[in-house]
């Protein structure tokens, strides 16, 4: 009777854990061996830094442009509620994060102004391949369209 019931609580708590979807967690490095890059520019962040726990979702991404260093701190709730983040030049981002239906990638869209009143729409998908964590990403604006697949190795 232990034993059914061990198993059963096993079986219960694996469940609830992959209904969450997959860990981000931890501090992940670009692998531009791996990565498919804008051949011309590229938006890619040489370090990801994700905090993940219950409803919340924190990324910090390193970056540089220009040879010019740069964080990027952003927040977001796993409820597909609308989050507001800073943006450039005192603009704001809003996003939504949401599950995919298998619950095995986080789609993450943000919507901001950009020059003159336009906006830019940028689609992030988070998934795991093996040990990898990848991030598909694509942008759309007045300025055009540009998608990378960025994939990173944990630290």
Request: hydrophobic share 35%; proline share 2%.
């Amino acid at each position: 009777m232990k034993k059914i019931t061990f198993l059963s609580a096993a079986l219960l708590i694996s469940v609830l854990v992959s209904a969450q979807g997959p860990d981000f967690s931890g501090t992940w490095k670009l692998n531009t061996g791996k990565s498919k890059l804008g051949a011309e520019f590229s938006m890619a962040p040489r370090e990801i830094i994700i905090g993940q726990k219950g409803n919340e979702f924190n990324v910090e991404k390193h970056s540089s442009y220009q040879d010019q260093e740069f964080t990027i701190n952003d927040k977001f709730t796993l409820d597909g509620k609308e989050c507001i983040n800073p943006g450039w030049m005192d603009s704001q981002k809003k996003s939504t994060a949401v599950w995919s239906d298998d619950r095995k990638s986080l789609k993450i869209t943000t919507k901001m102004t950009v020059g003159d009143g336009g906006e830019m729409t940028i689609t992030e998908i988070y998934k795991m391949d093996g040990a990898n964590m990848v991030l598909e990403s694509s942008s759309s604006s007045s300025f055009g369209e540009m998608a990378e697949t960025m994939v990173y190795d944990k630290q």
